[in-house]
C-alpha cells in the first residue's frame, strides 16, 4: 500500500484495549503508518497491565476520567460499567486536547462490544464531518446500533468476525476498515462548513417529496441554502440536535410524523423532544403535517395486529402505514399546540386541505379528511396564536404547496431579520 507525501499526513487516533488486542491493534498501527499517516493509540485497557504502552496510557486516561488504573481494574471485576464510563470520559477528554493541538483528523475503533461503546462514545464527542470508523462483530446487532451511533456520522464496519486472535480472513475485514478510515482523513473537507447563503433545514420523508423537492429549487432561487434532513426517525432527532447547535438560519419541517410516532411507538419515533429547539433557538420555521396522516408499524405483528380495523398501505414487509384515527390526531395536535406555544420566533403551521401526503389522496384507502380535521379543529383551539395556522386549499404533495411554503417561509424570514435589526436599533 504506497504511502503519501508528507504535507498530506495525517493523524489518526486508534481507540484501543491493548491488554487484550495488542497483537492486533499493532498490525493497525502499522497498516495506517504504511500509508504516511501519524496513528495515536490511545489506550482505554482495563483488566491487566498491557504489554507495552500506548501513545497515551491507560493509566493517563484513568487519570482524566477521575480514578486511579488500579480502581479501574478493582470496578472492572464489580463495578464493570463504573469502570468504563470512566475510561469514556477520560479518553474523550485527551481526545479532545489532541483535537485541540491539531493532532487528529480522524478516529479508528476495533474490538468487541466493551470496545465498541466506548470507542463509539468517544467519537460522538468529535464535530460533524471528522471522520469516524468502527470495526466490530458488533456492528449490525439490533439492540445496541442506536446506542453505538445513534444521531452521529460513525461509519461502522461489520467485521462478522470476531477481534480475536489475527488470521487470514480478520485480517482481511480489519485490512478495509483501516483502509476506510485512511481513504477518509486523505479526501475529508474537514469540520468546518461556510455557506454563502441562510441555511434552511427541510425535514422530508418519500410521502412528503414533491414537495421537497420543488421546495429545495425555490428556496435556491430566493438565496436560501436548503439542507434535507430526512425524517425517518433518526434523521429529524439529528436535525433537532443541529438546531440546538445553532447549524440553521431557519426550517421547512414539513415532515412532522414523527411526533406521532412518539406518541404511539412507530417506527420512525425520533424520540420525546421534536419541534422543541427551533421553539428555543427562536428561527423562522413553517410547519405542515405531513405524516400524521399515518403510523409506521412494518414489521410489528402485535401493532399490525392491534389495528387490523384500520386501513393500511402495505409497501413491503419492512414498511406498512396504518392511518391513524381522529382521536389519535387531537392527542398529537395538544403536543403541537403546548410546543408551539413556547416558540420565541415567528412561524406558521400550514395546513393544505386537500391532503398531507402522497397516500392521502381522494380514492386512497389512507384518505380520511374528517381525521384530518379532527386535528386542525383542535390546533385552532389550543394554540395560542390563532393567525399561525393557516390553511391553503392544496395537497401537500404538489409544488403549489412548495411555493406556498416558501412564499410564507420568505415572509417569516423577512419578519425575523426586520425584528432583529429593530432590537440592535
Given at each position: 500500500?504506497p504511502g503519501i507525501?508528507?504535507?498530506?499526513?495525517?493523524g489518526i487516533v486508534?481507540?484501543c484495549n491493548l491488554?487484550?488486542r495488542?497483537?492486533?491493534i499493532?498490525?493497525?498501527k502499522?497498516?495506517?503508518?504504511?500509508?504516511g499517516?501519524?496513528?495515536?493509540?490511545?489506550?482505554?485497557?482495563?483488566e491487566?497491565?498491557p504489554?507495552f504502552?500506548?501513545?497515551?496510557t491507560t493509566e493517563?486516561?484513568?487519570?482524566?476520567?477521575?480514578m486511579?488504573?488500579?480502581?479501574v481494574r478493582?470496578?472492572?471485576r464489580?463495578?464493570?460499567?463504573?469502570?468504563?464510563?470512566?475510561q469514556?470520559?477520560g479518553?474523550?477528554?485527551i481526545?479532545e486536547?489532541?483535537l485541540?493541538?491539531?493532532?487528529v483528523h480522524?478516529?479508528?475503533?476495533?474490538g468487541?462490544?466493551?470496545a465498541?461503546?466506548?470507542s463509539?462514545?468517544?467519537m460522538k464527542?468529535?464535530p460533524?464531518?471528522?471522520p469516524?470508523?468502527?470495526?466490530?462483530?458488533?456492528?449490525?446487532h439490533?439492540r445496541?446500533?442506536?446506542?453505538?451511533?445513534?444521531?452521529?456520522?460513525?461509519?461502522?464496519?461489520?467485521t462478522?468476525l470476531?477481534i480475536?486472535k489475527?488470521n487470514p480472513?480478520l485480517k482481511?475485514?480489519?485490512?478495509?476498515?483501516i483502509g476506510?478510515?485512511?481513504g477518509?482523513?486523505?479526501?475529508?473537507?474537514?469540520t468546518e462548513?461556510?455557506?454563502?447563503?441562510p441555511?434552511?433545514a427541510?425535514?422530508?420523508?418519500?410521502?412528503g417529496?414533491?414537495?421537497?423537492q420543488?421546495?429545495?429549487?425555490?428556496?435556491?432561487e430566493?438565496?436560501?441554502a436548503p439542507?434535507?434532513?430526512?425524517?425517518?426517525?433518526k434523521g429529524?432527532?439529528?436535525m433537532?440536535?443541529?438546531?440546538?447547535?445553532?447549524?440553521?438560519?431557519?426550517?421547512l419541517d414539513?415532515?412532522?410524523g414523527?411526533?406521532?410516532?412518539?406518541?404511539?411507538e412507530?417506527n420512525?419515533d425520533?424520540?420525546?423532544?421534536?419541534l422543541?429547539?427551533t421553539?428555543i433557538?427562536?428561527i423562522?420555521a413553517?410547519i405542515?403535517?405531513c405524516?400524521?396522516?399515518?403510523?409506521s408499524?412494518g414489521g410489528?405483528?402485535?401493532?399490525i395486529?392491534?389495528?387490523?380495523d384500520?386501513?393500511?398501505?402495505?409497501?413491503d414487509?419492512l414498511r406498512?402505514?396504518?392511518?391513524?384515527?381522529?382521536?389519535?390526531?387531537r392527542?398529537?395536535?395538544?403536543?403541537f399546540a403546548?410546543?408551539?406555544?413556547q416558540?420565541t420566533?415567528?412561524?406558521?403551521?400550514?395546513?393544505?386541505?386537500?391532503g398531507w401526503?402522497?397516500?392521502?389522496v381522494?380514492g386512497?384507502?389512507?384518505?380520511d379528511?374528517?381525521a384530518d380535521?379532527?386535528?386542525v379543529?383542535r390546533l385552532?383551539?389550543k394554540?395560542?396564536?390563532?393567525n399561525?395556522?393557516k390553511e391553503?386549499?392544496?395537497?401537500?404533495?404538489?409544488p403549489e404547496?412548495?411555493?406556498?411554503?416558501v412564499?410564507?417561509?420568505?415572509r417569516?424570514?423577512k419578519?425575523?431579520?426586520?425584528?432583529?435589526?429593530s432590537k440592535?436599533?
Open positions: 500500500m507525501d508528507q504535507q498530506g499526513k495525517k486508534i481507540i491488554d487484550t495488542g497483537e492486533d499493532i498490525f493497525v502499522e497498516k495506517i503508518e504504511e500509508r499517516h501519524d496513528a495515536v493509540l490511545v489506550d482505554v485497557s482495563m491487566e497491565p504489554p504502552s500506548g501513545d497515551v493517563e486516561v484513568a487519570e482524566r476520567g477521575g486511579t488504573i488500579e480502581e478493582k470496578c472492572y464489580t463495578d464493570r460499567d463504573r469502570s468504563v464510563q470512566n469514556i470520559k479518553a474523550a477528554l481526545v486536547d489532541l485541540k493541538q491539531g493532532r480522524g478516529i479508528f475503533g476495533v468487541g462490544g466493551t465498541t461503546l466506548i463509539t462514545s468517544i464527542s468529535l460533524f464531518g471528522m469516524k470508523v468502527m470495526a466490530s462483530p458488533m456492528a449490525a439490533p445496541y446500533i442506536d446506542s453505538y451511533v445513534g444521531t452521529r456520522d460513525i461509519t461502522m464496519h461489520h462478522i470476531d480475536v489475527m480472513l482481511a475485514q480489519i485490512t478495509n476498515a476506510a478510515i485512511c477518509m482523513v486523505e479526501i475529508s473537507l474537514g462548513f461556510n455557506f454563502d447563503q441555511v434552511v427541510i425535514s422530508n420523508f418519500g410521502f417529496e414533491m414537495a421537497v420543488t421546495a429545495m429549487g425555490m428556496l435556491e430566493a438565496g436560501y439542507v434535507v434532513c430526512h425524517a425517518q426517525g429529524d432527532r439529528a433537532e440536535e443541529m438546531i440546538a447547535d445553532g447549524a440553521f438560519d431557519g426550517i414539513l415532515c412532522t414523527g411526533i406521532m410516532e412518539n406518541l404511539f412507530g420512525r425520533p424520540g420525546p423532544d421534536r422543541k429547539a421553539g433557538a427562536g423562522p413553517v405542515a403535517p405524516g400524521l396522516d399515518f403510523l408499524y410489528r405483528a402485535d401493532k395486529e392491534a389495528t387490523k384500520r386501513e393500511q398501505f402495505v409497501q414487509a406498512v402505514q396504518v392511518r391513524t384515527t381522529a382521536d389519535e390526531l392527542q398529537a395536535a395538544d403536543v403546548d410546543r408551539l406555544n416558540y420566533g415567528p412561524f406558521t403551521f400550514l395546513i393544505p386541505t386537500q401526503s402522497s397516500l392521502s381522494e386512497h384507502q389512507i384518505y379528511p374528517e380535521a379532527a386535528f379543529e385552532k383551539d394554540i395560542d396564536d390563532k399561525a395556522v391553503v386549499n392544496l395537497h401537500l404533495y404538489t404547496f412548495a411555493r406556498a411554503a412564499d410564507e417561509f420568505t417569516l424570514y419578519l425575523s431579520n426586520s425584528s432583529e435589526i440592535v436599533g
